[in-house]
Structure formats: structure tokens, C-alpha cells
């Protein structure tokens, strides 16, 4: 993903992007956005193992 993020800023910093540039910019949004998704569902699974030994002990399952 960072990878592409970084190409994706080269491409826009290239002086022939012009006809291009409103599909480069919205291509960068999307990546920038696409990352942000997948960070947070990262942290969420995080969560999610943290939390499920709590929630699957025999005590809190009475």
C-alpha cells in the first residue's frame, strides 16, 4: 500500500501528468482512504483478540 502511495506521488509530481492529473489525484484519494480502512480494521482485529480471551473465559460465560 505504501509502495503505491509513493508511486502515486511520483506520478503526480511528473511535469506529463497534466491530462492525467484529476485521475491522478482521485486514484491518491482512494489509495490514502483504501489505508486508512485497512489500518483500522487491523486495529480492530487487535481488539477483537485482546478481548476474546476475556469474553471466552469460563467464568464470564455463565
Known sequence: MDES???INTILG?????PLRS???AWKKNLF????IVEEWVNC?????Y???IFTAPDIKR
Open 5 to 7: 502511495l509513493a508511486t
Open 33 to 36: 482512504l483504501l489505508n486508512q
Open 51 to 53: 478481548l476474546e480471551n
Open 23 to 25: 485521475e491522478a489525484e
Open 14 to 18: 511528473s511535469r506529463f501528468v497534466k
Open 45 to 49: 482485529q487487535k481488539q477483537w483478540i
